[in-house]
């Protein structure tokens, strides 16, 4: 029987796609902050956003890395993959990924004695969620990135919806917090192990238990 006969350690590239997406909005809204304050704009803070990765409740958080407020934040989170048409490439195969880009916006930017964000109004919650969720769509829509600077092994990248709700389980006491997700696609080639394949002679195996367990004998 062959096998692999090296350690399967390296990340999938749809891996490194969700990487280089978080790096990517990262880098530009750092920067965008700076630009921000240059201008001396009243909203600068705005401008102020935390990226996560593949969070799954991150509107439990109540403070980031450097002990603030962390909203406005957005979350990477890979949703899906499938195969494109065309089937399994013998090198490659041809999917496409969608990622929620969720960009999370808080009515209220103040935290009460016991580190709890307080309730606030629903209306900001919302402008301020559409509003990192422009800063967001614009980043990734750049002719910059349309491939994400990983040419080669992204193909192409669009969006295919932008929508506003409340998370959801979030609590009813929990401050006013309106998340606007990005669906992101990308289309992209994901690469297969290759080894010298040796003519193959078979399995002997039987199955000898009444649960029809197969028993290999190699």
């Known amino acids: 029987m062959n096998n692999?006969?090296?350690?399967l350690q390296e990340k999938d590239n749809i891996e490194k796609v969700r990487d280089q997406i978080a790096a990517i909005l990262k880098s530009e809204l750092v920067n965008q902050k700076q630009l921000a304050e240059e201008a001396a704009l009243a909203d600068a803070a705005d401008y102020d956003v935390s990226v996560?990765?593949?969070r799954g409740r991150p509107w439990e958080l109540t403070e980031n890395e450097q002990s603030k407020n962390p909203f406005p934040l957005i979350n990477v989170l890979l949703f899906e993959s499938k195969p494109t048409a065309g089937g399994k490439q013998m090198t490659a195969v041809g999917y496409t990924a969608k990622f929620n880009i969720d960009c999370?916006?808080?009515?209220?930017?103040?935290?009460?004695?016991?580190?709890?964000?307080?309730?606030?109004d629903d209306s900001a919650a919302n402008i301020r969620a559409w509003k990192t969720g422009r800063l967001a769509r614009n980043i990734l829509m750049s002719a910059f990135y349309y491939y994400l600077g990983l040419r080669g092994i992204v193909k192409k990248t669009y969006i295919t919806e932008i929508k506003t709700g409340t998370p959801d389980n979030l609590p009813e006491s929990a401050a006013a917090i309106t998340v606007?997700?990005?669906?992101?696609?990308?289309?992209?080639?994901?690469?297969?192990?290759?080894?010298?394949?040796?003519?193959f002679d078979g399995i002997l195996f039987e199955s000898v238990s009444d649960t029809g367990e197969i028993l290999i004998d190699i």
């Not at 692999?4 to 350690?7: A, C, G, M, P, Q």
């Not at 935290?111 to 309730?119: A, H, P, R, V, W």
């Not at 606007?180 to 080894?195: H, S, T």
């Open 4 to 7: 692999i006969h090296y350690l």
């Open 52 to 54: 996560y990765l593949e």
């Open 104 to 120: 999370y916006g808080c009515g209220n930017s103040d935290i009460d004695g016991e580190g709890e964000m307080t309730n606030g």
């Open 180 to 199: 606007c997700r990005i669906v992101f696609a990308v289309d992209f080639m994901e690469k297969a192990p290759q080894a010298e394949v040796e003519p």
